[in-house]
């Protein structure tokens, strides 16, 4: 006797699961994100513990007795994708790939295909275009492995089933939100489909050992479509960010478990496709004006590679009553709070002025050695005073106005004396960590305080 569906209330940011319709989450908080759905449970099975799993018992290993290989990974020919994954794609993982609409998803992935055939058998399953439509892509991308098979379809069942008969040793799913199961009685691309669907991925994956990639969308506030739990039940969460406008893009890390989540992999977009970027400090770089107030560069460090990213602040007087504050690329509260530590500790009035930060490339930059960069750019386009087209700075800054140390200095500054930096303004105690012989030509100014760093910024070279 079959179940009766029923109506139930689903979160699509978190998954939870309501009796009734709220307008916001209790779990996670989010308002309007309850949506409708139906459900229809799955009788129990007859046996022990009356649950629906009727397959055999998993087998229970000694930790010693378990083989792996710590040196077993696939390189995609893209070394810049290589590294965000953390040296090469794991056998067995499950990697999700999200990114905005036209952002390069599809193109990646394609693109990985023309190396990795040569080794491997690939199996390319697209929900949303026809294998006509990727043939076409393919030919602009040059991509013609006699190893890389398409299929069409949106049913997970049937891609499971295909999955098993041609055993491919690698997967791409595109996307996970076209995916369907007959089971579920919701619309393709609500948070049960996409769950369950996913279940069966990362099920597969786990038991054959096929390394799987799955694209998924975002949303409107740019996080992915779907529950929150999607993100828990994969290994590795990619993101390719970058404004469209802009050929730029990145590749960003969100988790993984076989390596960093600081790591970056920069990507130039051209019209035969994707090309990597190995120098991205020089592309952050290549346009900067020389002799202007109000920029400074910033020696950041994501992951194992340092880069060099130019930040701009232009203040000018406010015609309202309360003075506009905004940033492109920087944490707005962090503005605020840099301009609150000026006006307090370094004696500098921003209270009638408007002020705008913007970082350069359309990179973001959550890492706290930008405040002194931020901070002396501020102060130099208040005063109209160039800092030097030669001059890195990096350091974080207290409320106090004191200027505390940041880690990995020696290869922040190495980093910017290979690209002709030769005045670096850094904290104080970064000092100790750093050989001036290795830097032959190089003016190294250790700053405890603001006033201290404002002052060696506005001091003649010597």
């Given at each position: 006797?079959?179940?009766?569906?029923?109506?139930?209330?689903?979160?699509?940011?978190?998954?939870?699961q309501l009796p009734k319709w709220q307008g916001?989450?209790?779990?996670?908080?989010?308002?309007?994100?309850?949506?409708?759905?139906?459900?229809?449970?799955?009788?129990?099975?007859?046996?022990?513990?009356?649950?629906?799993?009727?397959?055999?018992?998993?087998?229970?290993?000694?930790?010693?007795?378990?083989?792996?290989?710590?040196?077993?990974?696939?390189?995609?020919?893209?070394?810049?994708?290589?590294?965000?994954?953390?040296?090469?794609?794991?056998?067995?993982?499950?990697?999700?790939?999200?990114?905005?609409?036209?952002?390069?998803?599809?193109?990646?992935?394609?693109?990985?295909?023309?190396?990795?055939?040569?080794?491997?058998?690939?199996?390319?399953?697209?929900?949303?275009?026809?294998?006509?439509?990727?043939?076409?892509?393919?030919?602009?991308?040059?991509?013609?492995?006699?190893?890389?098979?398409?299929?069409?379809?949106?049913?997970?069942?049937?891609?499971?089933?295909?999955?098993?008969?041609?055993?491919?040793?690698?997967?791409?799913?595109?996307?996970?939100?076209?995916?369907?199961?007959?089971?579920?009685?919701?619309?393709?691309?609500?948070?049960?489909?996409?769950?369950?669907?996913?279940?069966?991925?990362?099920?597969?994956?786990?038991?054959?050992?096929?390394?799987?990639?799955?694209?998924?969308h975002v949303n409107k506030d740019g996080a992915?479509?779907?529950?929150?739990?999607?993100?828990?039940?994969?290994?590795?969460?990619?993101?390719?960010?970058?404004?469209?406008?802009?050929?730029?893009?990145?590749?960003?890390?969100?988790?993984?478990?076989?390596?960093?989540?600081?790591?970056?992999?920069?990507?130039?977009?051209?019209?035969?496709?994707?090309?990597?970027?190995?120098?991205?400090?020089?592309?952050?770089?290549?346009?900067?004006?020389?002799?202007?107030?109000?920029?400074?560069?910033?020696?950041?460090?994501?992951?194992?590679?340092?880069?060099?990213?130019?930040?701009?602040?232009?203040?000018?007087?406010?015609?309202?009553?309360?003075?506009?504050?905004?940033?492109?690329?920087?944490?707005?509260?962090?503005?605020?709070?840099?301009?609150?530590?000026?006006?307090?500790?370094g004696g500098f009035f921003f209270g009638n002025?408007?002020?705008?930060?913007?970082?350069?490339?359309?990179?973001?930059?959550?890492?706290?050695?930008?405040?002194?960069?931020?901070?002396?750019?501020?102060?130099?386009?208040?005063?109209?005073?160039?800092?030097?087209?030669?001059?890195?700075?990096?350091?974080?800054?207290?409320?106090?106005?004191?200027?505390?140390?940041?880690?990995?200095?020696?290869?922040?500054?190495?980093?910017?004396?290979?690209?002709?930096?030769?005045?670096?303004?850094?904290?104080?105690?970064?000092?100790?960590?750093?050989?001036?012989?290795?830097?032959?030509?190089?003016?190294?100014?250790?700053?405890?305080?603001?006033?201290?760093?404002?002052?060696?910024?506005?001091?003649?070279?010597?």
């Open positions: 006797m079959c179940a009766k569906s029923k109506t139930i209330y689903v979160c699509k940011e978190c998954g939870c916001r989450c209790p779990d996670c908080g989010a308002w309007n994100s309850i949506e409708e759905e139906l459900f229809s449970p799955q009788p129990a099975a007859k046996g022990l513990g009356g649950g629906r799993n009727t397959g055999p018992i998993p087998q229970v290993e000694s930790l010693r007795e378990v083989e792996a290989d710590e040196g077993e990974r696939y390189h995609s020919g893209l070394g810049e994708f290589d590294r965000v994954l953390g040296g090469g794609i794991v056998p067995g993982s499950v990697v999700l790939l999200s990114g905005d609409p036209g952002i390069g998803k599809s193109t990646l992935l394609l693109q990985i295909c023309q190396t990795l055939g040569e080794h491997l058998r690939l199996l390319y399953i697209s929900g949303e275009e026809s294998a006509r439509q990727i043939k076409l892509r393919a030919n602009r991308l040059k991509v013609d492995s006699p190893n890389l098979f398409l299929c069409a379809s949106t049913d997970i069942e049937y891609v499971l089933r295909v999955v098993k008969e041609t055993a491919p040793q690698l997967l791409i799913v595109d996307s996970i939100q076209t995916m369907c199961l007959s089971s579920v009685t919701s619309s393709p691309g609500s948070v049960t489909q996409v769950r369950e669907c996913t279940s069966l991925l990362t099920q597969m994956a786990k038991t054959t050992g096929i390394p799987t990639f799955i694209v998924g992915i479509a779907g529950p929150k739990v999607l993100e828990h039940m994969v290994d590795t969460v990619l993101y390719f960010e970058g404004e469209r406008s802009l050929s730029y893009r990145v590749l960003r890390a969100q988790k993984n478990r076989y390596g960093s989540t600081n790591e970056i992999g920069v990507f130039e977009m051209e019209g035969d496709g994707l090309r990597e970027v190995p120098n991205p400090s020089m592309m952050l770089l290549s346009d900067r004006p020389e002799g202007v107030s109000g920029t400074c560069v910033v020696c950041l460090l994501e992951g194992t590679r340092p880069v060099l990213a130019e930040v701009q602040a232009l203040v000018a007087k406010t015609n309202f009553g309360a003075p506009r504050r905004a940033a492109t690329g920087f944490d707005y509260n962090r503005t605020v709070l840099l301009i609150a530590v000026l006006e307090k500790r002025m408007d002020t705008y930060i913007n970082v350069v490339g359309g990179l973001w930059i959550d890492e706290p050695a930008a405040d002194l960069p931020i901070a002396l750019a501020l102060v130099s386009n208040l005063l109209d005073k160039p800092l030097g087209d030669d001059t890195a700075a990096f350091g974080e800054i207290g409320l106090s106005g004191e200027i505390r140390a940041v880690g990995q200095s020696l290869q922040r500054v190495s980093e910017a004396y290979r690209m002709g930096f030769r005045r670096f303004i850094l904290p104080q105690q970064c000092l100790k960590s750093l050989d001036a012989s290795q830097f032959p030509g190089a003016q190294l100014i250790g700053v405890r305080t603001i006033h201290q760093a404002i002052k060696a910024a506005a001091a003649p070279r010597g």
